[in-house]
């Protein structure tokens, strides 16, 4: 499928104009990253707790792989109502929803206000911006509205970041470092455009047309890979399984191996996966068979790059298939069913 026929079928069916966000993700992310946080470097915490749900949520992951990697501090993603009971007021907690309005990190939020906790919010406004206002020890910063926040990333994770940065819970990169990866990164989306790039994108998408998809990747870049799979469950309709590896060698390859059935798998790795673990990959390679599989190296000179390519591919790899199936990667009713449900409950 070439470049007219996606210029045609973005035409067609790209409503909201989620390649046009994409597009911009290394863009909001630079911008992000170079948020003026007020706040002084503080350690002094037990760990780092992050609320989020969907596409708010999915920067909590990275920070937590990132921190798993090369932190001082244990990062924990909670996904539901409340808080975990474990939880205390030594333990900052950084909230995230796009819109402000989503109901499971409210009610976290003001459970954490209540018991005297910290709260670090990022959101476009809504009733979390207005919730944080009322307390001195806690921070509202805001990102751009109007978008989808599966298609926000590079706000929100730029600015989780930011704030990981200027607290010092997370190690910073260099200004050199930071300029580098978003030179390569940019290079990289360009490449990846199914308009004007390499044509890679385009060919992954056809081949999952009509497959089971599997998404295997090494622990360290897991984040990634379930990032991809809610990125097709949204953008492109369609389910998806990530599984890590090593732990999936010891249960779910049996089932890859045995089902006859059309399946596509994709490899994530990077530089800085085990060896051990690429040998396992190659097995899986020559043994498993499948309609299609391909590895994707996750380039990048950092973890945090490596994350930050894989995310951003995987984007684009999710928008093709939506547009080669006729769907607009917008288009979300179900959910928007949902929400209209619970607000006649309230």
């Not at 999710?318 to 607000?343: C, F, N, R, V």
């Amino acid at each position: 499928m070439g470049e007219r026929d996606f210029e045609a079928l973005l035409t067609a069916h790209d409503a909201g104009d989620m390649a046009g966000f994409t597009r911009r993700f290394v863009d909001d992310l630079e911008v992000a990253l170079a948020t003026k946080i007020e706040v002084e470097a503080d350690t002094d915490w037990s760990g780092v707790l992050c609320l989020g749900m969907g596409g708010s949520g999915a920067g909590g992951m990275f920070l937590s792989a990132l921190a798993d990697h090369a932190g001082g501090l244990p990062f924990v993603v909670w996904r539901d109502y409340g808080l975990p009971s474990w939880w205390g007021p030594d333990w900052l907690v950084i909230a995230t929803s796009y819109s402000g309005d989503t109901e499971e990190t409210l009610d976290g939020v003001r459970a954490v206000l209540e018991d005297g906790g910290t709260v670090v919010g990022i959101c476009s406004g809504g009733a979390l911006e207005d919730l944080l206002a009322e307390s001195e020890e806690s921070l509202c910063l805001s990102v751009p509205a109007g978008q989808m926040p599966r298609s926000a990333f590079g706000h929100l994770l730029g600015t989780q970041l930011a704030v990981c940065f200027a607290l010092g819970i997370l190690p910073k990169p260099s200004d050199d470092e930071l300029s580098g990866m978003l030179g390569r990164l940019s290079a990289a989306s360009q490449s990846a455009d199914i308009v004007g790039g390499d044509g890679r994108v385009a060919a992954m998408a056809q081949g999952m047309v009509g497959c089971e998809i599997g998404i295997v990747a090494p622990t360290l870049l897991g984040c990634a890979a379930r990032r991809f799979a809610n990125q097709l469950n949204e953008n492109a309709d369609r389910f998806a399984r990530p599984v890590d590896l090593p732990e999936m060698n010891h249960n779910e390859i049996v089932a890859w191996a045995a089902d006859s059935g059309s399946q596509a798998l994709l490899y994530m790795t990077s530089s800085a996966v085990n060896p051990r673990l690429r040998a396992r990959m190659d097995w899986m390679m020559e043994s498993i068979d499948c309609d299609a599989s391909w590895v994707l190296d996750c380039e990048g000179q950092s973890l945090l790059e490596s994350l930050l390519y894989a995310a951003h591919l995987t984007d684009w790899i999710s928008i093709a298939l939506a547009l080669i199936q006729g769907i607009d990667p917008s288009a979300m009713a179900s959910i928007d069913g949902l929400k209209a449900h619970l607000a006649s409950i309230q």
